[in-house]
C-alpha cells in the first residue's frame, strides 16, 4: 500500500537526533509491548508480515505521531480484536467476558527462548530457477498494490543491477494477507544514487535493496 | 482502553510519577491476556529481561573483534554471516538470515530499514529511537551524507557510500575499519571499542 511508512526519500522530518546514553526501554510499558507482543505471536501464527501490514493500516497521522511501541501496541490491540482473540467487551471493560474460555498459554518460561527475537528462516527450497543472474540489469516494477508489498515507491521504475541471489523466500505480497507463502527468489538489487535521486549525487553511492523476482522485469 | 495517548509522564503534587495512559492500557491489556490463559507473564518478565540484559551490541562487537583478528573467521563470514555469527553461539539454533557489509578506505555502508525498523535484533539488540525515526529512516536512502554529518561524520567525495534498505528478512550488520593503533590489542579489548552505531554504519570505531 502507499502508506506513509513508505518514507524513503521523503523530506520534511527534520535532523537525526541521537539520545546519549540511550536506555533500553525509555519506559516499563514498552518492555511489556514487547513481550506481549512477541508472546501473542504464537497465538497469530507468527506472521511477521501480517504484524507489520497491522503497524501500516494505522491511520496516517496516528503512525506519525505514535512512538514504536504506541504503534506496535495499537497494531497489536486490532489484531487481537480482529482475529476474535479478544471481544470488543473484552478491550473496553478490561475484563474477561464471562463465558470466554480460559486457555492455557502456549509459551511459558521454559520455552520462551524462541520468542525472544523475531528470527526463523523465511527461506525455502522450492528448486525453481532464478530469472536473473548477478549482473543483470532489472528494472523496479511500477505497481502500486493496495495491499501489503515490500516494494518502496522510490525505487518502482527505476534501474538496478542484480548483486547477489538469496535463494527463494516467503512473499510478503501473499503472507501478510494470510494467502500464502508463494515463495519467490529474493535479489539483492543495487540502484546507483544518480539513477533514483539525480546527477546532483556522487558518482559512486549506491541503494541496495532485498527485493523478490515479482518485483522485477527484465531492462 | 482506545483513549488518547501521552509520551511523556505526568506528576503529582508530591513529585511522584503517575503512569502514562498509555502504561495504563499496556498493563490493562496484559492483565486481560492473562486472566483469558493467553498469556504468561513470566513469559513476559523473561523477554524483557532478555532485552535488558543479554540481548545488545556487545554480541556484534565480538563478532566484529573476531574478525579484525581473525582472518579466517572473517572469511567465513563474509562467505555466510549467518553461520559463522552462529558459531560464536549466542545465536544458539535460529538462523537469521545475515549479511555482513564491510567498511574499507574508500566504502562507507550504512543500514536503514525505510519501509519499518527492521534491524539485526541477535547481533545489536533493540534498535534506538533515532533508528526508527522518521528523520532516519526518509533521509537515510536519499542523503546518506548528510545523515552521517548529524552523526559527526563527514566522508570525502572519494569514498563511495552505500546504503542498505532492509525490505525483506535479511539482517545486514557494517564491519567497520579496525582503526590505526589498535595493533597491539587483543580480541577481547577490541570488541570493547566496538561501538553499536558503528555496526550501523553511523560512525567509524575510535582507538582508545
Not at chain 1, 66 to 78: R, V
Not at chain 1, 97 to 109: G, K, L, R, Y
Not at chain 2, 13 to 40: F, M, N, W, Y
Request: glycine share 8%; proline share 7%; hydrophobic share 40%.
Amino acid at each position: 500500500m502507499n502508506g506513509v511508512h513508505d518514507l524513503g526519500g521523503m523530506h520534511g522530518f527534520g535532523p537525526v537526533r541521537p539520545e546519549t546514553n540511550e536506555p533500553v526501554f525509555h519506559a516499563p510499558w514498552e518492555g511489556r509491548v514487547i513481550g506481549i507482543r512477541r508472546l501473542m505471536g504464537a497465538w497469530l501464527g507468527n506472521n511477521i508480515d501480517a504484524g507489520r501490514h497491522a503497524i501500516e493500516r494505522l491511520p496516517p497521522a496516528d503512525y506519525l505521531r505514535f512512538s514504536y511501541y504506541e504503534k506496535w501496541f495499537q497494531s497489536l490491540i486490532h489484531q487481537l480484536v480482529d482475529s476474535g482473540k479478544i471481544a470488543p467487551e473484552e478491550l473496553a471493560t478490561g475484563r474477561k467476558a464471562p463465558d470466554a474460555p480460559v486457555a492455557t498459554p502456549p509459551v511459558t518460561v521454559a520455552t520462551v527462548g524462541a520468542y525472544i527475537a523475531p528470527t526463523g528462516s523465511y527461506q525455502r527450497d522450492t528448486g525453481a530457477n532464478p530469472r536473473y543472474a548477478p549482473g543483470a540489469t532489472v528494472r523496479a516494477r511500477n505497481i502500486h498494490p493496495e495491499g501489503h508489498t515490500r516494494l518502496p515507491r522510490y525505487v518502482r521504475g527505476h534501474v538496478g543491477t542484480i548483486e547477489r541471489d538469496h535463494g527463494a523466500h516467503v512473499l510478503p505480497d501473499t503472507h501478510a494477507h494470510g494467502a500464502g507463502e508463494a515463495p519467490e527468489t529474493l535479489y539483492t538489487v543495487r540502484f546507483t544514487a544518480r539513477e533514483l535521486w539525480g546527477e546532483a549525487r556522487n558518482e559512486g553511492d549506491a541503494v541496495y535493496l532485498d527485493l523478490w523476482e515479482s518485483y522485477l522485469d527484465p531492462a | 482502553m482506545s483513549g488518547d495517548h501521552h509520551h511523556h509522564h505526568d506528576h503529582d503534587h508530591d513529585g511522584q510519577e503517575i503512569p502514562s495512559a498509555t502504561a495504563l492500557r499496556v498493563k490493562a491489556l496484559e492483565s486481560l491476556l492473562v486472566e483469558k490463559g493467553l498469556v504468561d507473564p513470566a513469559a513476559v518478565d523473561a523477554i524483557v529481561d532478555a532485552y535488558e540484559t543479554k540481548i545488545g551490541p556487545r554480541n556484534g562487537a565480538r563478532v566484529v573483534a573476531k574478525a579484525w583478528t581473525d582472518p579466517a573467521y572473517k572469511a567465513r563470514l563474509m562467505q555466510d554471516a549467518s553461520a559463522a555469527i552462529a558459531e560464536i553461539g549466542f545465536m544458539g539454533s535460529e538462523r537469521p538470515h545475515m549479511i555482513v557489509v564491510e567498511n574499507t578506505p574508500t566504502t562507507h555502508n550504512l543500514v536503514v530499514c525505510t519501509l519499518c525498523s527492521c534491524y539485526p535484533w541477535l547481533v545489536l539488540g533493540l534498535p534506538p529511537v533515532w533508528y526508527k525515526s522518521t528523520a532516519y529512516r526518509s533521509r537515510a536512502v536519499i542523503d546518506p551524507r548528510g545523515v552521517l554529518a548529524d552523526f559527526g561524520l563527514t566522508l570525502g567525495d572519494d569514498i563511495a557510500v552505500r546504503v542498505w534498505d532492509s525490505t525483506a528478512e535479511t539482517r545486514y550488520l557494517v564491519l567497520p575499519e579496525r582503526p590505526a593503533g589498535t595493533e597491539g590489542m587483543d580480541e577481547d579489548a577490541l570488541a570493547a571499542i566496538v561501538t553499536r552505531d558503528s555496526m550501523v554504519g553511523v560512525a567509524k570505531v575510535a582507538a582508545p
